[in-house]
């Protein structure tokens, strides 16, 4: 057992870390405010490659590992963790999916873009009646001749209206349930395909969450995504690796409200001294280190388990369980360490407060993942 990382995981985790603290930092209380999608860091995030870090170099891809990858969304995640939404998204779900399951044109044509963030994807499988559910798809896809038709609505898109490609998930044949339903790629500007409001969110303001409207939208055949009836298949193999990249972002929340924690706590005095030299402030420190360690360990493992052909549906799901409860109680926390101040933007921590909630509902909710872990645990 070796709990050493590499010295190029080193390298890519520190150059994440520099990119977080000169190129997000800036701006994140802003954008964060304004609702405003980090544009101009986004793009930047795809020249350094971190779009599409694990995908085939042949495609663009940094045909790094599930390690690498999860350590520049920890870091990417302390500063501003609605730019590493966007990130996650693009790598874990778009990206993975087209490069383990995709043809090779629609690899050349799409995947190639999505790797280098010349073009940005989104994932779409939920619905307003379909969310921990899955299976109970509305949207359609009617085959006819060379393409099929596609009708319905898909709710709480990320990157529902920065992308350009979207995978859309739909029921091709009701009778078939899940196993009649199939993974579209949809481009941006396709007849009848509507883009909705933005939602107006609790954290990752900054990301941008949109409902879209498909209305006899015509996706040629050569776009579906491996065999007809593979879509359900795709997207709960697609999620559980997501899954992976979500608990990291979860972890890097709650390491960046830990850090800053810790260091205010050893900056303000009260009654004479440092508050760190209060018991009760050292304690929180005490359980904020070891239960981030806790998290590390869970996200670590799962990465692993993904990098050497082991199932990682279970340890996937104990990560995301885990460090996303980190986060909420780390950045609760981590605000009650800063008084009055936490309270407050300039000191970062009430919004990682708000966006570590994310992590408990998104790409499976903490009570779908311990449907997930106790189903596994249970059968074994
Ligand atoms: C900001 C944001 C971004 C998102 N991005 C995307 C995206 O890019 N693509 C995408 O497809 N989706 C996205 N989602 C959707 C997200 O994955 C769903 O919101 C999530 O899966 C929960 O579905 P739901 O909202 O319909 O809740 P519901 O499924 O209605 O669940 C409501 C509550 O009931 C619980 N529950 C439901 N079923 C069970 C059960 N069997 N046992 C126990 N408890 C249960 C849930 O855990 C939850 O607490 C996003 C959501 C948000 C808020």
Redesign the pocket.
């Given at each position: 057992m070796d709990f050493q990382l590499t010295e190029e995981h080193i390298m890519i985790r520190d150059a994440a870390r520099d990119f977080a603290n000169t190129e997000l930092l800036p701006g994140v209380i802003e954008r964060d405010e304004k609702q405003e999608f980090p544009k101009e860091q986004v793009k930047k995030m795809g020249e350094l490659g971190f779009l599409g870090m694990m995908a085939s170099p042949e495609y663009g891809g940094g045909g790094m590992d599930t390690v690498a990858y999860v350590l520049a969304m920890e870091e990417i995640s302390k500063i501003d963790a609605s730019a590493s939404v966007v990130m996650s998204?693009n790598n874990s779900l778009v990206c993975w999916g087209l490069d383990t399951f995709g043809s090779p044109e629609q690899k050349e044509k799409y995947l190639s873009k999505l790797t280098t963030g010349e073009a940005l994807g989104?994932?779409?499988?939920?619905e307003p009646e379909?969310?921990?559910?899955a299976t109970s798809q509305k949207t359609t896809a009617i085959e006819k001749e060379d393409h099929y038709i596609l009708n319905g609505t898909?709710?709480?898109?990320?990157?529902g209206n920065s992308a350009d490609y979207y995978i859309v998930i739909a029921q091709t044949d009701r009778e078939k349930k899940h196993k009649g339903i199939n993974a579209f790629i949809v481009e941006k500007g396709s007849k009848g395909f509507e883009i909705g409001p933005k939602?107006n969110?609790l954290g990752?303001r900054g990301?941008d969450?949109h409902s879209l409207n498909f209305n006899d939208v015509k996706v040629p055949k050569e776009n579906r995504i491996g065999e007809d009836g593979f879509g359900f298949k795709f997207a709960m193999k697609t999620l559980s690796g997501g899954r992976i990249g979500i608990a990291a972002q979860a972890l890097g929340i709650a390491s960046g409200a830990y850090e800053l924690a810790k260091k205010y706590s050893q900056q303000r005095k009260s009654f004479g001294t440092e508050i760190c030299n209060h018991q009760a402030i050292a304690f929180k420190i005490a359980d904020m280190h070891t239960s981030i360690q806790a998290a590390r360990h869970l996200v670590m493992k799962a990465a692993w388990d993904k990098d050497n052909g082991n199932n990682y549906d279970l340890s996937g799901a104990m990560a995301k369980l885990f460090a996303s409860k980190t986060a909420m109680d780390v950045t609760v926390e981590a605000v009650q360490v800063h008084g009055g101040n936490g309270y407050v933007k300039e000191y970062h921590v009430e919004r990682l407060m708000r966006d570590a909630k994310?992590t408990q509902?998104?790409?499976?909710?903490?009570?779908?993942q311990k449907?997930v872990i106790s189903r596994s645990v249970l059968r074994d």
């Open positions: 998204v989104a994932f779409c499988l939920s379909a969310g921990s559910d898909k709710n709480w898109i990320t990157n939602e969110k990752i990301s969450t994310i509902i998104y790409e499976g909710t903490s009570e779908i449907i």
